[in-house]
C-alpha cells in the first residue's frame, strides 16, 4: 500500500554521490582500540585479541572501504561483479540516506533550527532541541544506510556469527555513515572469497538494524520517521518507518499451486483452508488491523496432522495458492516461507536466529503472510528430550514466545501452519499454542477412493465411470456438514468413556454450567487439557459462528471488498455473522479433545513400544551372556 507515500527526486540523491564517493574511498574514524589488534593472524584473516584491558583508548583508523573490497581478489586489478556491487550499493546506500536523513530534517523541526544556526549560533533550549533532532537525523541515517545493504545485497550462504557492531556515532548524519561504513569494512575484512564477502555484509546489516533497534529509545523526536514510507523504484527499496523488512527483495513466489477440486477428502481441513485464505484478505493495511481479529474468529496458528500420504502438502500448496491468487486481484504484497530441517544450524544461537528470522519474514505488517513449519516435530524438540540438538531446542523457544508469547501481536495479517506426521512428538506447550486442529486423514469413503483414482488416473482412457456420482461426496458445505456432524459425538475411544460418564450423570448439555463440567471431566481424565485448551476451543467456537462463506465475488474486483476501509469491512462481515448454538459447542470441544487425547494414546503407545523393546532386549541379553559363560567365552 502507498498511503502516505513520500517520493524522493533522484536529483535529491544525485547530488550526495560526490560525499559517498569519498567516504567509499578514505575516511578517518575515532574508536575504541579495546583488545583488537591491527594486525591480522597470518593466514586468517583475523585480528589478535589481546587480555590486557585497553578500553579506555581511543584511536583514529584509516578506512578505505575500495582496498578492502579490492583485497579479496588481490591477484586481480578488475572488480568481480560481487565486488563492483558490493562497494556500488555502499556508495549508493550512503547517498540515499542522506537524503532520506534530508526528508526527516523537513519533517519535523530539525531543518528550521539548521537555518537559524546558520545565521548564528542557537542557545538554551533552542540549542538543545536542534542536538537532539541532530543526533535523531543521525540515527535515521544509519537506520536507513543497513537497511539499503539489507535489502539489496543478496547473499545465499550462512551468515557468519563472528560480525560486530559498529562503534556508532550519532553526532551528525555524516558521522553516523562514517561509523556504519568502518564497520562494514571491519566486518568485510579478510573475506576468504566473493560468497563470503556478501554474507559477511548482510550480516553487518542485520547486526547494525539489530544494534540501532536496541538504541533506540535513547533518541527523542523520532515521531515523523515513525510513520514514514519511503519507496525509491530505481533500487527496489522500501523503507516503512523502523520496521525491518524482511531482509531481502521480493522474488516472485514459485511453487505448484493445487484448486480445491484437486483435494479428495480432508473436508473440514479444505474448509477452513479456503475461509482462511479469504480471512487474510480483509486485513486493512492503514489500521494494520483485520476485522476478524476484532470480531473474533481469526486463525492465526494451526497444527495439521495425519499419516503419511493423506495430503498435508497439497493442503499447503492450495492455501499459498488461494492466497497468492486474491494478493494478485488486490495488488498486495505476498509473503509465503516455509521453514525446514535445513534451517537448523550446527552454530549455537544461528538455529533460534534463523526461526526468529522466518517469524518476522511472516509478521511483516506490510505484506500478507504464510509462514508453514513442515515435519514439526523434527524441526522443533520435546524440551524434555535430551537426545534432541541444541538447535532443536533453540527453535522451540523462538516459537512457542512467537506464537503466544508476551510479546506477540496478531494483526491479522499473516498466519502460521505447522504439519507433522506425528504430532504427538511435538512440545505440548508448543502444539497447544496451535489456535486450531486440522486433522489431515486423507480419503476416508468408498465415493472419495472413486473420485481420487478418477482424479488422478486422468483421461487417457476409455473405461466407463459406472454408478458413481463423479465428486458429488466433494461438494464442500455438504461434505463440511457431515463431517462435523461426525464430532457430535467424541471419535477417541478415552473421549468416549468420559462423554458416556458425563451423560449419565449429566444428561445432555443444556446451560453452560453444563459444558464446563463436561471440560472440567475432560481435564480429569488428560492433565494436557489446560486453560489454553479451552482459549483455543472458544475461539473454534468464534471461528464457527463467524462461519459465514464470504462471497467469490467479493474478491473478484479489489473495490467491491479487499480495498474498503476497515470499518466498512468490519460491517459488511458482521451483517453475515450468525449467533453459535449449542450443537456448534459441543462439536468443537469434542474436535479438540479428541486431538489431545489422540496424540496422547499415541504418545503413551510408542513409551510403551520402547519400554517392551528395551525389556525384550534385556532378557536376550542375559541369555546371550549366560551361553557365553557356559561357553567359557564370558571373561567380563
Not at 497444527?303 to 494478485?328: F, S, W
Not at 532443536?392 to 506477540?408: K, P
Not at 449419565?504 to 489446560?530: N, Q, S, V
Not at 479433545?593 to 532386549?617: C, G, H, N, P
Request: hydrophobic share 40%; proline share 3%.
Amino acid at each position: 500500500m502507498d498511503t502516505g507515500l513520500t517520493t524522493i527526486d533522484e536529483a535529491d540523491i544525485e547530488k550526495h554521490r560526490a560525499v559517498a564517493q569519498g567516504m567509499v574511498t578514505r575516511v578517518i574514524v575515532m574508536e575504541d582500540s579495546g583488545s583488537r589488534s591491527s594486525t591480522a593472524l597470518a593466514g586468517t584473516g583475523r585480528r589478535f585479541v589481546s587480555t590486557v584491558s585497553t578500553g579506555s583508548v581511543r584511536r583514529t583508523r584509516e578506512v578505505e572501504l575500495t582496498k578492502t573490497i579490492e583485497a579479496v581478489r588481490a591477484d586481480d586489478v578488475l572488480l568481480s561483479i560481487l565486488q563492483h556491487t558490493l562497494l556500488f550499493r555502499a556508495r549508493r546506500g550512503i547517498a540515499v540516506a542522506l537524503a532520506i536523513g534530508e526528508v526527516f530534517a523537513q519533517g519535523s523541526e530539525l531543518e528550521s533550527l539548521q537555518a537559524k544556526n546558520s545565521r548564528s549560533p542557537l542557545e538554551g533550549e533552542e540549542a538543545s532541541r536542534f542536538k537532539r533532532l541532530l543526533s535523531a537525523s543521525a540515527y535515521v541515517a544509519a537506520f536507513s544506510f543497513a537497511s539499503y545493504l539489507l535489502q539489496t545485497i543478496e547473499s545465499d550462504a550462512e551468515a557468519p556469527n563472528d560480525v560486530e557492531e559498529p562503534d556508532f556515532l550519532f553526532d551528525t548524519p555524516q558521522d553516523a555513515l562514517k561509523s556504519m561504513v568502518a564497520g562494514l569494512d571491519a566486518a568485510i575484512g579478510g573475506s576468504k572469497d566473493d560468497h563470503d564477502l556478501m554474507s559477511r555484509a548482510r550480516a553487518f546489516a542485520r547486526t547494525a538494524i539489530e544494534g540501532l533497534l536496541s538504541r533506540k529509545g535513547r533518541f527523542d523526536g523520532l515521531g515523523p520517521f515513525e510513520d514514514a514510507h519511503i519507496r525509491i523504484d530505481q533500487d527496489d527499496f522500501t523503507i516503512d518507518g523502523f520496521d525491518v523488512a524482511p531482509g531481502q527483495k521480493r522474488k516472485p513466489l514459485v511453487m505448484t499451486f493445487k484448486k480445491p477440486n484437486e483435494i479428495v477428502g480432508n473436508h473440514i481441513a479444505k474448509y477452513q483452508a479456503m475461509k482462511l485464505a479469504k480471512m487474510l484478505m480483509a486485513y486493512d493495511f492503514d489500521r494494520q488491523l483485520n476485522p476478524f481479529v476484532d470480531l473474533g474468529g481469526f486463525l492465526f496458528t494451526f497444527i495439521g496432522d495425519g499419516a503419511p500420504g493423506t495430503g498435508k502438502t497439497i493442503l499447503i500448496q492450495m492455501t499459498a495458492g488461494l492466497i497468492n491468487e486474491y494478493c494478485r486481484i488486490a495488488g498486495y504484497p505476498f509473503h509465503y516461507e516455509n521453514f525446514g530441517v535445513d534451517q537448523i544450524s550446527s552454530y549455537q544461537g544461528k538455529s533460534g536466529q534463523n526461526c526468529k528470522q522466518f517469524v518476522n519474514n511472516v509478521l511483516n505488517p506490510r505484506a500478507i503472510g504464510f509462514g508453514t513449519v513442515d515435519d514439526i516435530d523434527q524441526v522443533a524438540a520435546k524440551r524434555s528430550d535430551d537426545r534432541a540438538s541444541a538447535g532443536q531446542q533453540e527453535i522451540t523457544g523462538v516459537l512457542m514466545e512467537s506464537f503466544a508469547g508476551a510479546s506477540t501481536v496478531v494483526r491479522g495479517n499473516c498466519s502460521f501452519g505447522m504439519f507433522s506426521n506425528y504430532p504427538e512428538n511435538v512440545d505440548d506447550a508448543l502444539r497447544q499454542r496451535a489456535g486450531a486442529r486440522w486433522l489431515v486423514d486423507g480419503p476416508q469413503t468408498r465415493d472419495d477412493y472413486i473420485d481420487i483414482f478418477v482424479l488422478l488416473a486422468g483421461k487417457n482412457h476409455k473405461i466407463p465411470l459406472g454408478d458413481h456420482q463423479l465428486f458429488d461426496a466433494q461438494i464442500i458445505q455438504r461434505a463440511v456438514n457431515t463431517a462435523y456432524e461426525q464430532h457430535s459425538k467424541p471419535q477417541e475411544e478415552g473421549l468416549q468413556k468420559v462423554y458416556e460418564h458425563y451423560l449419565g450423570a449429566h444428561g445432555e448439555p443444556r446451560t453452560m454450567a453444563d459444558i464446563g463440567a463436561y471440560l472440567h471431566m475432560i481435564k480429569e481424565a488428560e492433565p494436557r487439557f489446560t486453560g489454553r485448551a479451552i482459549k483455543n476451543i472458544t475461539d473454534a467456537i468464534k471461528m464457527r459462528a463467524m462461519d459465514i462463506e464470504l462471497p467469490d465475488d467479493w474478491f473478484e474486483k479489489p473495490e467491491t471488498f479487499m480495498h474498503k476501509s476497515y470499518d466498512d469491512k468490519k460491517a459488511m462481515i458482521e451483517e453475515l455473522r450468525g449467533p453459535f448454538s449449542m450443537a456448534m459447542v459441543m462439536q468443537e470441544i469434542n474436535r479438540y479433545a479428541d486431538s489431545e487425547f489422540r496424540y496422547s494414546d499415541r504418545s503413551d503407545d510408542a513409551a510403551v513400544s520402547t519400554m517392551i523393546r528395551d525389556a525384550r532386549l534385556r532378557e536376550r541379553a542375559v541369555r546371550e551372556i549366560e551361553e557365553m559363560k557356559k561357553q567359557g567365552r564370558w571373561n567380563a
